[in-house]
T-cell receptor, first 113, second 117 residues
Framework: GAGVSQSPSNKVTEKGKDVELRCDPI?????LYWYRQSLGQGLEFLIY????????KSGLPSDRFSAERTGGSVSTLTIQRTQQEDSAVYLC???????????FGSGTRLTVV | AQSVSQHNHHVILSEAASLELGCNYS??????LFWYVQYPGQHLQLLLK??????LVKGIKGFEAEFIKSKFSFNLRKPSVQWSDTAEYFC???????????????FGTGTRLTIIP
C-alpha cells in the first residue's frame, strides 16, 4: 500500500488478557520496526526486523512481549497477560534497504483497564 | 548506549517568531541524525535528516538543522514560525552505517511547540 498500515487503531483490553497488534509495511521495505510511545515519553524502541536476519529484540520490556514477521511483510506484536503499564501508543515503521529514513504508521492506542 | 536529550519540553511562541529547538546526543562515533514532527492527530513524519556532507540541512516547510559535531548537537531552526507549525518535534539518532538510516533509532522525549496566532 501507499503507507504503513496498523490495526486496530484503538484497543481497550482488560488486565491479564492477550492482545495482538498488526502492522502492514510499505511494499518492498525490508526493515520493520516497533516502537512504543507513552504519555510524556519519547519513543521507546521495541524490536527491529531486517530482511531474513534474526530480529533485534533488545528493546522488548519483558517476555510477555513478542513479535513476528511473516513472509518478510506483515508483522504482529503480541502482548500476553497485559498490565496497565502496557497502555501506550504502539507505532510501527518501515524503511527501504537504503536511504530515506522511516515511514511511520498511525499507531495503535492500547488501553489496559 | 546512545541517548538523545531534548531540553525544551514545551515551547510557546507567537507567529513570526524565530524558533530553535535543542537536541543533543551522546555517541562518540559516526551518526545519522533526524528530526520528526507529529502534528495533532497525525502520525510521525520525517522533517529532515543528516547523513553526511554539509552540516546545515534543509528540510520541509522552511525548517533547517545544523549538525555541530564538537557539541554533539543537531538543533532545529525556523526563522519565522506559523500557527500550522504547532506540533510535537522529536530528534532521533542512529549509528552511521552504509545503510543510511536503516537501523533502529534512539529518540528524544520530544518538544511540544505551541504557536499563538
Amino acid at each position: 500500500g501507499a503507507g504503513v498500515s496498523q490495526s486496530p487503531s484503538n484497543k481497550v483490553t482488560e488486565k491479564g488478557k492477550d492482545v495482538e497488534l498488526r502492522c502492514d509495511p510499505i511494499s518492498g521495505h525490508t526493515a520493520l520496526y516497533w516502537y512504543r510511545q507513552s504519555l510524556g515519553q519519547g519513543l521507546e524502541f521495541l524490536i527491529y526486523f531486517q530482511g531474513n536476519s534474526a530480529p533485534d529484540k533488545s528493546g522488548l520490556p519483558s517476555d510477555r512481549f513478542s513479535a513476528e514477521r511473516t513472509g518478510g511483510s506483515v508483522s504482529t506484536l503480541t502482548i500476553q497477560r497485559t498490565q496497565q503499564e502496557d497502555s501506550a501508543v504502539y507505532l510501527c515503521a518501515s524503511s527501504p534497504r537504503r536511504g530515506g529514513g522511516y515511514t511511520f504508521g498511525s499507531g495503535t492506542r492500547l488501553t489496559v483497564v | 548506549a546512545q541517548s538523545v536529550s531534548q531540553h525544551n519540553h514545551h515551547v510557546i511562541l507567537s507567529e513570526a517568531a524565530s524558533l530553535e529547538l535543542g537536541c543533543n546526543y551522546s555517541y562518540g562515533g559516526t551518526v545519522n541524525l533526524f528530526w520528526y514532527v507529529q502534528y495533532p492527530g497525525q502520525h510521525l513524519q520525517l522533517l529532515l535528516k543528516y547523513f553526511s556532507g554539509d552540516p546545515l540541512v534543509k528540510g520541509i516547510k522552511g525548517f533547517e538543522a545544523e549538525f555541530i559535531k564538537s557539541k554533539f548537537s543537531f538543533n532545529l531552526r525556523k526563522p519565522s514560525v506559523q500557527w500550522s507549525d504547532t506540533a510535537e518535534y522529536f530528534c532521533a539518532v542512529n549509528e552511521g552505517t552504509s545503510n543510511f538510516g536503516n537501523e533502529k533509532l534512539t529518540f528524544g522525549t520530544g518538544t511540544r511547540l505551541t504557536i499563538i496566532p
